[in-house]
């Protein structure tokens, strides 16, 4: 289990994470989501040990990252595709990693076999892998100790939609087999087709959290209409709270009070249900409005 309470980070007067708490559970795919900036990598950072944090804590099975003895053996982790060696081939960085951790030799072809690099790519020096390449070298890498927690920061960065839906199917089993998966990803569909548990971090604090149903559920109710102006005054007048979107309004209410309201402005609807179809995008972008890149006035 990951566990992270209170932690924070601060450069000079700036504080790109603060007071974080969430828990990583075993069994389970915790999608770790918000804008650019938002404070993840740095937490994940801390998480592993390459960034100190101000205050707080971050432990992996009850322990610090640099207290495990031989971490790779329990925590495999993904935070840069491209910080590998780029002078080595595939197989020479997988290979020191297996002597690193004392595994047997074949483990670097099983692994090989287990990410769908060939003999002849993992011959290759990176430094003429493709990103996607470089993605299955660096999932390898955290796979090869078969440790119990996975920390991956943007895995499917550079994959192409076979190796996505490779890489969904290997977090998948790797998490329904007991293990631990905390995952960051700018694709939200992705999270949103393999997580069972969101945290939402925005200017560095954390916005939302809770299972994937909980929070897509809270979403309300989406309604379309091609007289907005209008549904949106009864909604008011009937002390309805809604919120408008990109081509909709979000209502803080259930499909039918939306639909008996909108019947006695006589307004039409052309669409009319529960937001969770929504998705993850729609909730994210509301979570994270006033972080967004985009929105930042200049």
Not at 40 to 68: C, E, N, Q, W, Y
Not at 86 to 97: D, M, N
Not at 234 to 253: C, H, I, K, Q, S
């Amino acid at each position: 289990m990951i566990k992270v309470e209170s932690l924070s980070k601060t450069y000079g007067g700036f504080k790109a994470v603060d007071d974080v708490s969430f828990t990583a559970r075993p069994g389970r795919v915790t999608g770790f989501l918000g804008p650019n900036g938002a404070g993840k990598t740095t937490t994940m950072r801390i998480m592993v040990g390459l960034t100190p944090a101000s205050s707080g804590s971050a432990t992996v099975s009850g322990r610090r990252f640099a207290d495990l003895p031989n971490p790779g053996l329990e925590v495999g982790v993904l935070l840069d595709a491209s910080a590998q060696h780029a002078g080595r081939t595939g197989r020479e960085i997988l290979t020191v990693a297996q002597r690193t951790m004392g595994l047997p030799a074949s483990r670097v072809d099983e692994i090989l076999d287990l990410v769908s690099l060939t003999p002849t790519e993992s011959g290759r020096r990176v430094r003429n892998y493709s990103l996607g390449m470089r993605q299955r070298l660096g999932i390898a890498a955290a796979l090869l100790g078969e440790p119990e927690v996975l920390i991956l920061d943007e895995p499917a960065n550079g994959l192409d939609p076979a190796g996505i839906r490779w890489m969904r199917d290997l977090l998948r089993g790797y998490a329904d087999r007991g293990g631990t998966v905390l995952l960051s990803s700018h694709l939200l569909h992705e999270i949103e087709v393999i997580a069972d548990d969101l945290v939402v971090i925005g200017n560095g604090r954390i916005v939302a959290q809770g299972t994937k149903a909980e929070l897509l559920a809270s979403a309300g109710t989406l309604v379309r209409t091609p007289d907005v102006a209008t549904l949106s005054d009864a909604l008011t007048g009937a002390g309805v709270a809604f919120a408008p979107m990109t081509d909709a309004l979000r209502v803080e209410a259930d499909p039918d009070v939306v639909g008996r309201v909108a019947l006695s402005a006589g307004v039409p609807l052309t669409e009319l249900r529960a937001a969770e179809g929504a998705g993850l995008e729609e909730m994210f972008l509301e979570l994270t409005a006033d972080t967004q890149r985009e929105g930042v006035a200049a």
